[in-house]
C-alpha cells in the first residue's frame, strides 16, 4: 500500500530555509508515511530548485501567489492526505506520531505554533495563534495543515489570492484540530517589524478579510 501522504510545499527564495524544512520531513519517510514531495516555486532566482531537486521532490513552476502556488501544487498530490508547509517552517522530532494517530479520524489537523525565538513575546504571540486556532478552527499556513485529498477538494482548495489562501481554506473546511506537535517556524518578520505590532497588523488584516475587504488590496498594504 502507498503512504499516505503528500507534502506540498510554497517556494520562493527559500534557499536559507528550506534545507532545515526538508530535513524534518524525514522522520515522515522513514516511518513511511510520506509517499511523494511537491514543491510549487513562484519563480525562485536563487538555489531552491536545485535544492528541491536534490530532494526529490516534483517541482511545479508559476507565478508568485501563495495561494495559486499551493492550488497548483495540491492538484498534483496522489496520496489520500495532503501535508502543507511553508518553506521556513520546521516540524519537531517526534511529529510522525501524533500525524499517524491522526490518520484514522479522516479530518483536518494542524500542528501547535511555535517560533524560532525566545523571550515572553514570541510565547505570546505563538499562545494567541494556538487559542485561535483551538477556538475558532482558523489556524494560518505556517502552523502547516494535514487534511485528507477528498475533503481538500470537497472545500474547493485553495483560492488563487495572494494572502489569507489559508484562512479562506479554512473557513470551507470541517473543523480543524491541534495535534500534540510543534511547528516551529521563522520569527524574522515579526523581529523586523517588532512582536506586538506585527501581531496587532495581522489581526487587523484577518478581521478585514473576514469582513470581505478585497485580498489583493490587502497584500499591497502587508508588503509594506
Known sequence: MPAPISIVIPTLNAEATLPACLQALMEGLHAGLIRELIISDGGSTDLTPKIAEEAGAELVDGSASRGGQLRRGCALARGDWVLILHA???LEPGWTKPVAD????????AFRLSFRAKGLAPR????????RSGLFSLPYGDQGLLVPRDVYLSAGGYKDQPLMEDVALACALPRIALLQARAVTS??????????????????????????????????????
Open 102 to 109: 491522526h490518520l484514522a479520524l479522516q479530518s483536518p489537523a
Open 187 to 224: 520569527a524574522e518578520r515579526y523581529e523586523r517589524s517588532g512582536w506586538l505590532r506585527r501581531g496587532a497588523r495581522n489581526l487587523w488584516t484577518l478581521m478585514r478579510y473576514l469582513l470581505g475587504a478585497d485580498p489583493e488590496h490587502l497584500a499591497q498594504e502587508y508588503r509594506r
Open 124 to 131: 505570546w504571540v505563538a499562545g494567541w495563534a494556538n487559542l
Open 88 to 90: 521556513d517552517t520546521v
